[in-house]
């Protein structure tokens, strides 16, 4: 790994869980030319399994954690000639992902991207949703899913976009007086409630977009 990669001040990362992976999520933080050395000199963290994934194409973490019962030998013994830490956290009471975001906290990274978080098992994904509605107003985070960028929020929000993108909202679960601008399917003070209304696969009219509501709180998703 390069000296470059372990400099100090490095203030993104990005969590690799260990659900399904896409090639072209983690191409946004990866130099192509060499994926020993991240883009932006982000420092990925990956939770236990994931790190089989990331061996198949020569990707090296800087930290995998987690209890480690996940993890191969192969890419144990791999990863550790390479110098990556391995952090063992037995602690049952917390899934991998919440140990990853402990570990990034204390890091005090101003942005946590997470990839891999939905996937492979549905309770895995159902939990790693809900790890990440625990932590949301402690951290600044950036959910990566199959082309999807998504957040959650709990105030009105403008949204950088680009015309024609495809933005989804759902409510966790319950939002009201939802007023939008910008997309093709205007909203105007309405409720939105999971298991009752979604406000999925709306288009963006422009680069701009607002939403506007008076309560509760709202994962956004913008492809």
Same mark, same amino acid.
């Given at each position: 790994m390069s000296d470059a990669k372990r400099q100090t001040g490095i203030k993104d990362c990005l969590i690799v869980c260990n659900g399904k992976i896409y090639k072209k999520d983690l191409a946004k933080f990866l130099n192509r030319k060499n994926y020993k050395k991240p883009r932006n000199a982000i420092n990925i963290i990956a939770c236990d399994g994931a790190s089989?994934?990331?061996?198949?194409?020569?990707?090296?973490?800087?930290?995998?954690?987690?209890?480690?019962d996940s993890i191969s030998s192969k890419a144990k013994k791999f990863f550790l000639r390479k110098k990556v830490k391995l952090i063992y956290r037995p602690d049952q009471n917390l899934?991998?992902?919440?140990? #990853?975001?402990?570990? #990034?906290?204390s890091k005090k990274y101003n942005l946590i991207n997470i990839t891999g978080l939905t996937g492979k098992r549905f309770d895995h994904?159902?939990?790693?949703?809900s790890v990440v509605l625990k932590y949301y107003k402690k951290m600044n985070i950036v959910i990566h899913e199959n082309g999807f960028t998504g957040s959650i929020i709990n105030k009105s929000r403008k949204i950088n976009c680009k015309e024609g993108n495809i933005i989804s909202l759902i409510p966790l679960p319950k939002v009201t007086g939802i007023t939008t601008n910008?997309?093709?399917?205007p909203i105007n003070n309405e409720t939105f409630e999971f298991g009752v209304r979604e406000g999925a696969l709306n288009e963006a009219l422009?680069?701009?977009i607002?939403?506007?509501?008076?309560?509760?709180?709202?994962?956004?998703?913008?492809k």
């Open positions: 089989d994934y990331l061996l198949r194409d020569i990707i090296v973490p800087d930290v995998i954690i987690g209890d480690l899934n991998d992902l919440e140990k #990853a975001l402990k570990y #990034a906290d994904t159902l939990n790693n949703l910008g997309l093709k399917y422009s680069s701009n607002s939403i506007n509501f008076r309560k509760g709180v709202l994962l956004v998703l913008i």
